[in-house]
């Protein structure tokens, strides 16, 4: 063929070429991507199962959750403190047992067991203990006072052995003794009452009600009457003491 012939070769060589590329697209992907597409579709099924049964744990736990919550608002507030106490009282018994069953002391092995600190902090913690717990009676109140007092008292050893071997056992009265009234304190015995001058002037300046004052003026019909004038006075009387002047002198204006 001559030189004028060489565009149509050019152009039947590319129609030959995109009817390749078309025939290799039409034929779909090769092995290689078609086992890559495969292993990615794998993967997100397994992700997917592992999403659903996390969810379905998740649901599961939340309703057990939901009937323990359930259980518990229905028990008695304190039922934790006597649950505990109950384990204790359980763990104890089975302990003592044990004890029994070896031979043992169960209070000399319970202090064995209990470390020096423990031990510490129990004794700090009963000094810090207040002992007394308010009004109740007048004869607990009276049995307070008395121990309190009493406490203050250091006792006379020598004078006690002299009249442990004068009297004997019956220096201990029960109720066949017949002692009342055979024993004479001495001026040194009574002598050591704690603080009783002290106490008896303390007794004579208290008085849980203010003494009446003879001399202060009477501006009330009543007593209710007085407790107001009072509390007007605490309050007001700084600002109302020149008015209250002048209406006693009468130039007032």
Not at 99 to 104: K, L, V
Not at 107 to 126: F, G, P, Q
Not at 170 to 180: C, E, F, R, V
Request: aromatic share 8%.
């Amino acid at each position: 063929r001559g030189p004028g012939s060489l565009p149509g070769a050019l152009a039947e060589c590319g129609s030959f070429q995109s009817s390749e590329e078309e025939e290799e697209e039409e034929a779909g992907p090769g092995p290689a991507a078609a086992a890559a597409a495969e292993q990615r579709r794998e993967e997100r099924l397994r992700r997917f199962r592992e999403l659903h049964m996390k969810r379905y744990e998740a649901c599961k736990l939340n309703s057990q959750e939901v009937v323990e919550e359930d259980k518990r608002l229905k028990l008695p507030p304190n039922w934790e403190a006597k649950k505990a106490r109950l384990e204790w009282e359980l763990q104890v018994q089975e302990k003592k047992k044990e004890c029994a069953a070896r031979g043992e002391d169960y209070e000399r092995v319970k202090l064995l067991e209990i470390s020096a600190e423990d031990a510490e902090r129990w004794e700090r913690k009963k000094k810090r203990k207040n002992p007394d717990l308010g009004f109740s009676d007048y004869a607990a109140a009276q049995l307070r006072q008395y121990q309190r007092l009493t406490r203050q008292i250091k006792p006379d050893l020598e004078q006690y052995e002299k009249l442990k071997e004068q009297y004997g056992e019956a220096l201990y009265p029960t109720s066949d003794s017949l002692l009342h009234g055979s024993h004479v304190p001495s001026k040194e015995g009574v002598d050591r009452m704690p603080l009783l001058p002290s106490r008896i002037e303390k007794r004579e300046k208290y008085s849980r009600r203010r003494p009446y004052n003879d001399d202060a003026d009477i501006d009330y019909i009543n007593e209710r009457n007085a407790k107001f004038n009072q509390k007007a006075e605490r309050f007001y009387g700084k600002y109302t003491a020149e008015i209250k002047q002048n209406l006693e002198r009468g130039t007032a204006v």
